[in-house]
């Protein structure tokens, strides 16, 4: 069984950085895309960006030239680097093997001054 686990949320000022990891375990293939999304309070999910198992990129418009994401197949992660965060980046970000709908339990970004 495959487990996600998301970390690297935090609180962070405007203008700051954070870089959220997604380690995958278990019955894994080393190479899988990943979506990353996002929950505000008293929003719906909304996603973020992906990564897919060629490597190709997509980002949603909110966070383009500002959020990337990247993998590090060996170690079975993908990161989400963010900066220039805004007031409005704030929720819990969760990461997605869309193939099998499987899930993190998500981390959680504030940002706030």
């Known amino acids: 069984q495959v487990q996600l686990v998301e970390s690297g949320g935090g609180l962070v000022q405007p203008g700051g950085s954070l870089r959220l990891s997604c380690v995958a375990s278990g019955n894994v293939r080393s190479i899988y895309a990943t979506d990353w999304y996002r929950q505000a309070p008293g929003k719906q999910r909304e996603l973020v960006a992906l990564i897919t198992s060629g490597g190709n990129t997509n980002y949603a418009d909110f966070v383009k030239g500002r959020f990337t994401v990247s993998r590090d197949n060996a170690k079975k992660t993908v990161y989400l680097q963010m900066n220039s965060l805004k007031h409005e980046d704030t929720g819990v970000y969760y990461c997605?093997?869309?193939?099998?709908?499987?899930w993190g339990q998500g981390t959680q970004v504030t940002v706030s001054s």
């Open positions: 997605r093997i869309p193939g099998d709908n499987i």
